[in-house]
């Protein structure tokens, strides 16, 4: 493989971006450049900020608990009047550290919504949001953009790429901005696990979707943040990189506790998780742990069956109502249940 020694690119030093960069960075490019990172490397949907709140002073070292993020009945309200969607009605859900959670659900269902709610792209309309201890509806812009950077990954569909800096540079950003040295080691197993060694001073428009869905999975995978959020990561790739693209994943949980979010339509896809939970109007209905694509399309035609209503709305993790099959059969309790805030750990 070849060598992945790299130059850390900062604000101040511009013109030092790696050695034979063709394109020297402006400090424009780089402001520009963080002002994606900012916005959470985010282009397909508005991401709407709060209001800033009066900080906490919360700091969370993110090690204390063992819950990476959660949503604590988490109610979000697109338009007014005649127009109004409520996108996620009261969900409370956790995702502990370590663990591999794919959300699936009928289109429309809110999977992204509550997603982007999770990583601080979107707001609460009521509700919390917390990642590790800290709460979001606390923070004001500046201390989210500095979580965001600092604690999260994001993996989306339409990979959100600096146009203007090749793979290597787009790679290695967050850690640049947020002055983190790479480890060359990691950075050096992404790559190989990811099959884009040979592109990586290539730019963006010189890469085909899939490469570029990889570079966009190794930039949220090198700097090791804790959690990663992954909006349909798998969506644009044929199989084998799609394989590719979930077992690093599956690596990243599995070899460095990192916590992995995923929203996928793909039953496959959802199959590298620990758990699997089922979004329905707005509502979490289920959840499978540890299921097979197969259990998981299985399920999910049932959901498609008309007469099966959506479970019980969660109005707390710690407060479980009692759990509700979905439908005439009953649940192997061990690994399937109706919504109900029971999350087994692996
Ligand atoms: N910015 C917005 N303004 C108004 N309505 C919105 C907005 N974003 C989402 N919605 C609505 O909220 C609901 C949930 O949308 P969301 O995108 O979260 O669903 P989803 O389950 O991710 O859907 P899909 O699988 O089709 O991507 C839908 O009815 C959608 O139309």
Known sequence: MQSTAHKRITANSPGTLDAGMKHRQSAADLKNAEGLIARGLIAERKVVMSAPHAPTGSS?????????????????????????????????????????????????????TLMHCLAGLDTASSGRVLIGDVDLTDLNDKQMTKLRRDRIGFVFQSFNLVPTLTARENITLPNDIAGRPVDDAWFDTVIGRLGIGDRLDHRPSELSGGQQQRVACARALVGRPEIIFGDEPTGNLDSRSSGEVLAILRAAVDE???????????????????????????QLIQELIRPNADEIFEYMKNLDEPGVAPGPVVTSPTAAPAAQPLSGEQPDTERSQSFSGRHQAR
């Not at 070292?61 to 969607?85: E, H, W």
């Not at 992995?260 to 699997?276: E, L, Q």
């Open 60 to 112: 969370d070292s993110g090690s204390a608990s063992s819950t990476a993020a959660r949503a604590v009945d988490l109610s979000k309200v697109y338009g007014s009047g005649d127009t109004v969607v409520e996108a996620l009605k009261s969900v409370s859900i956790e995702f502990r550290r370590g663990q591999f959670t794919a959300i699936m659900g009928p289109s429309g269902s809110g999977k992204s």
């Open 256 to 282: 460095f506790s990192q916590t992995v979010v995923i929203v996928t339509h793909d039953p496959r896809a959802a199959s590298f998780a620990d758990r699997v939970v089922f979004l329905a109007d707005g």
